[in-house]
């Protein structure tokens, strides 16, 4: 009898799966799939987190895109000249609206408007740069030239 129930508990234990190998103390994969595990979960929590705060500040501030218009427009000059080139003045002033509630506009020293016809540039000018504050309308003044070479299907 005892021997059957011998028999019996080898052939149930050989039928059972065999519980994971415990990894061994200081074993290299241990320690890299803890580290993994961490980092993972670390960059996780930082992501959750910076959701939070761009969530938290589109709310707090609600930007909107700044609107911009021409106020007035004066061609000072546009004459082809005997040297086959095209000048332009022009004076333009833009209306520059900004409808946030909490946020600024700084226009920095490196711009430039240009007026385009065709896919030709007729004038380029600048405008000096200035802090536009909150719920501010700005009109800028500015005066763009150009001169540009004509090519032979433009002169007719």
């Not at 609206?97 to 600048?126: H, M, Q, R, T, W």
Request: proline share 5%; hydrophobic share 40%.
């Amino acid at each position: 009898m005892k021997y059957l129930e011998n028999h019996l508990d080898k052939h149930d234990k050989q039928n059972q799966p065999h519980p994971p190998q415990p990894c061994d103390d200081g074993g290299c994969c241990c320690w890299c799939m803890s580290c993994i595990c961490w980092c993972l979960c670390f960059m996780l929590f930082f992501c959750v987190i910076l959701m939070a705060a761009v969530a938290i500040m589109y709310f707090v501030f609600r930007p909107q895109i700044p609107m911009y218009g021409i106020d007035s427009l004066q061609v000072k000059a546009f004459e082809m000249r005997n040297d086959s080139k095209l000048y332009t003045e022009m004076a333009v002033v833009v209306r520059c609206e900004n409808p946030n509630k909490k946020i600024g506009f700084k226009y920095g020293e490196n711009n430039s408007v240009s007026i385009i016809y065709s896919d030709a540039e007729l004038c380029v000018g600048k405008f000096e740069p200035f802090l536009q504050a909150a719920k501010n309308t700005v009109m800028i003044n500015m005066t763009l030239k150009g001169e540009r070479e004509l090519d032979s299907k433009e002169r007719e």
